[in-house]
């Protein structure tokens, strides 16, 4: 049940990989590179979008914007990087950390998008649900997301990572450069948690059950 939470979008190369085919350009971004930005920037537009995409909600007002603001930090972060992950999932934390940044600071207006919509539907219609079951699905995903709002940053991350964009256990802890049991501790303290919140609603702990 996890799958109807995530984006599809997660990048395919695995943190256990150490195949990295945009490192060398990230490294030239890093050192000032105009055309290698440029690059770099082109290469993780879409999964950065799908990022964005998947914390906010497809029809959120301010995905664009938080699309922008997520590759402004991941440019502003490139010196920085150490390559203890691939630059994809690099970047796309980064973009986890922007949009449930933005996310926080518009809860109120997040309540006013419909739970349910239409481009979300499409993305997960392929599962070969129900219409009912296909809703269902949609307000489990909206609902996860304002249950992010509420988890400690550090708890908040890893939960996103790993359940909505899928990455292993493995590669969360390449991602934020954490030992695995660090990352295993903050998922089970996570999902405890969440189940506190929805113990009311049976569907939402059917999708978040299960320690890592």
Do not use: W
């Amino acid at each position: 049940m996890l799958r109807l939470l995530r984006s599809g979008g997660r990048p395919t190369s695995r943190s256990g990989d150490r195949s990295d085919p945009l490192r060398a350009l990230a490294a030239r971004a890093a050192a000032g590179a105009p055309d290698a930005q440029r690059t770099l920037m082109a290469e993780i537009g879409s999964p950065l979008l799908r990022t964005v995409r998947a914390v906010l909600g497809t029809t959120h007002p301010d995905v664009e914007d938080v699309l922008q603001d997520s590759m402004a930090a991941v440019h502003s972060a490139l010196p920085g990087f150490r390559g203890d992950c691939t630059t994809l999932h690099f970047a796309c934390r980064i973009a986890v950390q922007t949009a449930m940044n933005a996310r926080r600071r518009t809860r109120f207006r997040s309540r006013h998008v419909s739970s349910t919509p239409d481009d979300e539907l499409v993305e997960i219609a392929s599962e070969g649900l129900s219409p009912a079951e296909l809703l269902a699905a949609a307000r489990r995903r909206e609902a996860l997301r304002e249950l992010l709002c509420e988890l400690p940053d550090a708890q908040a991350e890893v939960l996103a990572l790993h359940t909505v964009l899928g990455y292993t256990v493995e590669e969360t802890a390449a991602v934020i450069a954490a030992p695995l049991n660090t990352v295993r501790s903050r998922l089970r303290t996570a999902l405890a948690k969440l189940r506190e919140r929805v113990q009311a609603d049976g569907a939402l702990l059917e999708v978040i059950g299960g320690e890592p």
